[in-house]
């Protein structure tokens, strides 16, 4: 719903930290009802332009304005008391990391009643009443459990409706939501889009930050597109995704893998990753078409704080043939990343066994199993926690390829650069820290590291779900190069349906531990056969607005 009246006017916008301007000229306006949709990569301004209009740009900025308005009102003259009353009553704010967003030490329900309590005159029973009705209005089960439990006691989704609980306390005008469904699965992410688009209709007017245009065109009136601090284009959705207008918004709508067939590169020539570095073959080829892999009829059971137990794989089979790639999809919590534990042999199955290259390899003793291993690489979602922390880039690279005998650089400083150079970074890097890297070079980095014993069986875990759309498909096409190049085998695991349909020959569709259907890529996305499939493609989001 769009009504004709101005909820928010942004004109000439620059913010500015020291002598770095981040944010140059920004111009907004957002009507009551209406969806606006601020997208771009990381580090184009986005949330630090979010943040400003309601007084949290951070420590040591300085914003500008030539109108800075909210209902009528100018934002510029408020002092600190005036933007905590504006924040807690005219202005909601969803940010990405709710688990990071919501107390630790303090019940969820007891976080949704702050807002109420400094600004409302309800009394306590009130108060609570009127949390369980935010609660359900949000689509939280049992809201009277719920808000007795911590933020730790729930799921990402669950986090992320109880922080927009709170954030509407109040009935703001306006509610700003940065990035509040990256990582999260599809059906998921497709509940919390309908619940902001609810809110909406009943008169919020919304600004989405977001990287991802597949996610924005199903809920956005309008578009407004950021790069390196300033808005390049603007306008209707239609128009903004079926016609753009500047090359950065066709760079970024060309890097959706929605749609793209396998094998088609997704980056721009400019951003793409050239490996021309000399790869060295496996140490033990497998004949094209042989079996990688075979999990058969996997049980995985974990025991709850309670002593009941709960059951996380429940009779998993699976195939790969060499040189190909099997995706595994399904929602958080179906049993994807402990089935890549059983894979790996980092967790002992209950039943059943996994064969590595026509061998066993589950039953086997660790002792015999240590030498076989670098012939299984892996990739995470979250490369830097899985890094040592103490540890150079050089250093954490000269561990994988020594085996672990060394972390000292030298005598493997030509080995490296050569990983360096194969996914596309400068050998100079070699000698920084990952921390100080962007999330695409650490995401590099975890392959070069994966890659250096030569594996023939990549597992990647959610490699891509944190990293932008632009960063997100100079990976996949790095790792869909280096896959043809090497020979690789790759069980690629994934929620995100239009990148697993992007890089995967086959694929399997998991559920409370059970896989539910597999075949064919094109077959599974073309002709669905289970319920819970057809239900998973239709919450995808696409780019059709």
Known sequence: MISGDDLLRVENLNVSFGNTQVVHGVGLQLKRGETLAL??????????????????????????????????RDLRTLGNSGWRTLRGTRAGYVSQDALGSLDPLRSIGREIEDSLRLHTKLGARARAARVLELLEAVGLDEPALRAGQRSGELSGGMRQRALIAAAVAMNPPLLIADEPTTALDATIQAQIMELLAQLCSAGTGLLLISHDLAVVASVADRIAVMSAGRIVEQGPTAQVLGTPSHAYTRALLRAVPSGQPRGTLLSAASERIEVNTPIPAPTAPVPEDAEVLRASDLHKSFRRPDGSRFEAVRGVSLSLAAGKTLGLVGESGSGKTTTARLVLALET?????????????????????????????????????????????????????????????????????????????????????????????????????????????????????????????????????????????????????????????TVAVMRGGRILEQGCTEAVFTAPVHPYTRDLLAASPTLSP
Not at 45 to 57: E, F, M
Request: hydrophobic share 40%.
């Open 349 to 505: 199955p209950d039943a059943g066994s996994v064969r590595l290259f026509g061998a066993q390899w589950s039953s086997l003793p660790e002792a015999t199993r240590r030498p076989l291993r670098p012939r299984v690489g892996a990739v995470y979602q979250d490369p830097q926690a899985s890094f040592d922390p103490r540890l150079s880039v050089g250093q954490l690279l000269t561990d994988a390829l020594s085996g672990g005998k060394t972390r000292r650089p030298g005598p493997w400083r030509a080995e490296t650069a050569a990983l360096l150079e194969l996914v596309g970074l400068d050998p100079t890097l070699a000698s920084s820290n990952p921390r100080t890297l962007s999330g695409g070079q650490r995401q590099r980095v975890a392959i070069a590291r994966a890659l250096a014993p030569k594996p023939e069986l990549l597992i990647c875990d959610e490699p891509v779900s944190a990293l932008d759309v632009s960063v997100q498909a100079q990976i996949l096409d790095l790792l869909d190069e280096l896959q043809q190049r090497l020979g690789l085998s790759c069980l690629f695991i994934s929620h995100d349906l239009a990148v697993v349909r992007h890089m995967s020959d």
């Open 39 to 72: 997208v771009g990569e990381s580090g184009s301004g986005k949330s630090v332009t979010a943040r400003s209009l309601i007084g949290l740009a951070g420590s040591g900025s300085r914003v500008l304005a030539d109108a800075l308005e909210l209902e009528g």
